[in-house]
């Protein structure tokens, strides 16, 4: 019984405790009650039971107590005890009252009967209390260390503090269980030290939320479905008031990891064969990744046409590079944007103003010819001309292209557009410069 009241009265307490200016210390002894070293009433001069709990002259008892209101006419001081059991008194002598006190009175003192059996626990079987307090503190942490080391300096459940104390931890968490956000790495982390959740926060530059909807390359490029955290927990009271958290795992994002995912999303565009939307062929950077999966996610990296051309022609070996190169170099119609095709193979188009007409060139990757549909300039505007071509790109991507020229040819369809198909002859020949002679009948058509 006494040892649950003990417990009860110290968690009880504590929990509330916060030091303030107000907040001081005083020493019962020798029938005093002291406010440093020097400076002290007797217990008469209070509202002390002394007559009924007779404590010890041989024994120091500390309180902490809360300065409620001074009278000074009659120099009484009202106070508040705020912890019966104080362990760290270091700062007792150093106080010094700055009006002289003749009378103490405690608002908030126990019965006597209580306050007999918690000073009796304080000044003879203090050792008891602290290997109680020590062994529900073991069960709670669940480490081993000496008895014989002082709670204070250790317990973070059961100590009054004056400071901010640090706890180290070290864990791993779930990439699906964190959150990208604009800066850092978010997530909640149950420690068992403290038998509490905490939220927790990875800075890197590098971050940004919509990273959150392709999650999987990240895991994929760092090798890991967890990655690893170091955590600095500030306790004040007992209880966490700030957290610091790095990663080795969320460091190394970093351009270089960022560039390697844009690379492999890529790849993911030009693996054929590429089966994806039946009626649609020609797509812009905003919809060209939600065509494998990422549909959310999108064009996440803000890759404008010119970068995912450049890139290509950067990272693979392209067998028409130099006409690539040609048509990028072209000055594109106003308002036209470089569009993509996805089936049969990955490809591109280009939109070029003549001066009588709208010429929109196909160039597949590694493929051995190039496309040109001609709109007169005048018969509709641009966003009709390309869904024109669309149908007509759709009808090659179904039928296949033999038997979409074989058709043209034969006034059998899309008699509305000039066609023209341009191979790249000797293409890979030593001798003949095949490259010279497309550019040549590529410019003769643009007119």
Known sequence: MAYKFLLILTLDLRSRFKMKSKNVIIKLHQGRIWFNRDQSIDFASSNLPYHEI??????EVFWLIEQLSYDRDSSALAVKVIDYFLRDVISFSDQHPKAIIKRVHFINLPDADDLK????YYSRQMSELDKALEEGYQEFKGIDSPLQREISKKNLLFRSYKEKEKLEVNFEVWFKDAAFKLGYIVFDKDIKELKQMLH?????????PEFELIKGYFIKALGTRKFDVKASIMMEDGKPIETHATSSIIKKIDENLIDSIKNTRMSMLMRPPFKGNIDKSLFSTDDIFGEFGDIE???????SEEEI?????????????????????????????LKFSLYPYFGFLFTVEGEKMMHFIWELLNSHAT???????????LRIQYRRVEDAINQVRNNGREQYKNSWRSSHIDQDLLFHVIHHEDANSPFVEGFVKWRHRVGELLI
């Open 54 to 59: 007779r404590l010890n002259p041989k024994h």
């Open 117 to 120: 059996l918690a000073l009796r």
């Open 200 to 208: 927790f926060k990875v800075a890197n530059d590098f971050l940004l």
């Open 297 to 303: 996610a999108g064009n996440v990296f803000n890759q």
């Open 309 to 337: 051309l450049r890139q290509i022609l950067e990272k693979m070996n392209v067998r028409n590079r130099k006409q690539l190169e040609y048509l990028a170099g072209v000055k594109q119609a106003p308002e036209a944007r």
């Open 371 to 381: 496309y040109i549909w001609s709109l007169d300039k005048g018969e509709d505007d």
